[in-house]
């Protein structure tokens, strides 16, 4: 997807005013969070631990009530899991007594019941192609490595041809080799199919390698979604050598400076109008931003890659 999408477009999913609160005698954990996905977009969200991203992602699953609000994709609202919302978790789960090809079989024959042996199969071998995976058809996940257990994962969700993808930390177990290569293939499986995408992640060089739009959530209880940053680099990036544009760094020290800096100030604050306002959208480096001017021209700072385990 490119940076081209129009806010003005109908979004495919709106989230509105959407509030969770677990226990009547604890605060939400996050409320009054709103935000659109256009088709074919890839979203990640970024938050500390704790701010309720995976429950924001359930949501969106259909496997979490929230506690307020709504969420409606391409025209329907979200009241139960679907096919149509295919789920990636950390674990990759997977079926253990089924091989490679049966686990993808089995979520293939979910969508397409009437399809024989052979189409299921024809299909399901495509998908594990696109991952790298031919040859791995007859291993059980026990064989495999996590990250071919993650790519299986990956390859099942595709499998299915879900109208939006949902990815809570894919390749948060995966060493950082593997995960590279995992990343790359998203990135351009993405591009032949322009699936729609929500990720977690906590690792900011992913969200700008992946994300056309990055959500940066405040810290919890009452988080919320406090901006909406743009992806300035070219949508043709790539991971090797999108750290030569100096536009990477104004984004990259953006969403660090929001995680060691912004996110808990806004938490200490209560910023009334931010919580409840609208989230600002930026693009870091081409906004007359101050918080990013300051640091528009520094050199990569000594910053961390991930958001820490918890609140700064
Ligand atoms: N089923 C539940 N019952 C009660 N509290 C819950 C439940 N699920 C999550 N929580 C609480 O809600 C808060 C948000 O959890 P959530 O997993 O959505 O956060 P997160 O931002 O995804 O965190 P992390 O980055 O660590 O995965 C946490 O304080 C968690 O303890």
């Not at 291993?139 to 257990?149: D, F, I, Q, T, V």
């Not at 060089?205 to 909406?228: Q, T, V």
């Not at 990036?237 to 999108?242: D, K, L, V």
Request: charged share 25%; aromatic share 6%; proline share 6%.
């Amino acid at each position: 997807m490119s940076n081209d999408v129009k806010d003005s477009e109908v979004p495919f999913v709106k989230v509105e005013g959407l509030a969770k609160q677990y226990r009547s005698d604890l605060p939400p954990v996050f409320e009054n969070v709103s935000f659109s996905i256009h088709k074919g977009e890839f979203i990640c969200i970024i938050g500390h631990s704790g701010c309720g991203k995976s429950t924001i992602l359930n949501a969106l699953a259909g496997l979490e009530q929230a506690s307020r609000g709504g969420i409606v994709m391409d025209g329907k609202e979200v009241d139960g899991p679907s096919l149509d919302r295919g789920v990636v978790f950390q674990g990759h789960a997977l079926l253990p007594w089924l091989s490679v090809e049966e686990n993808i079989a089995f979520a293939v024959r979910s969508r397409h019941p009437g399809w024989s042996r052979n189409q299921v199969a024809e299909h399901g071998a495509r998908f594990l192609k696109m991952v790298g995976l031919t040859g791995a058809e007859k291993k059980k996940p026990a064989e495999l490595s996590g990250g071919m257990k993650q790519r299986v994962g990956i390859a099942r969700a595709f499998a299915v041809e879900p109208k939006m993808l949902l990815m809570d930390e894919p390749f948060g177990a995966l060493d950082a080799l593997t995960r590279g290569v995992i990343q790359d293939e998203l990135l351009r499986i993405c591009a032949d199919t322009r699936q729609t995408v929500f990720m977690i992640t906590h690792d900011v060089d992913e969200a700008i390698l992946l994300a056309d739009k990055i959500l940066l959530m405040s810290n919890g209880p009452r988080a919320h979604i406090a901006e909406i940053v743009i992806n300035t680099l070219p949508r043709e990036r790539q991971r090797e050598t999108m750290h030569h544009d100096p536009q990477f760094y104004r984004l990259r020290n953006h969403l660090v400076d929001f995680l060691v800096h912004r996110s808990k100030k806004l938490q200490e604050t209560r910023d009334l109008k931010a919580a409840y306002g609208e989230p600002r959208v930026v693009r870091p480096g081409l906004d007359s931003l101050k918080v990013v001017a300051s640091r528009d021209d520094e050199p990569p700072t000594n910053t961390p890659r991930r958001a820490a385990a918890g609140p700064a």
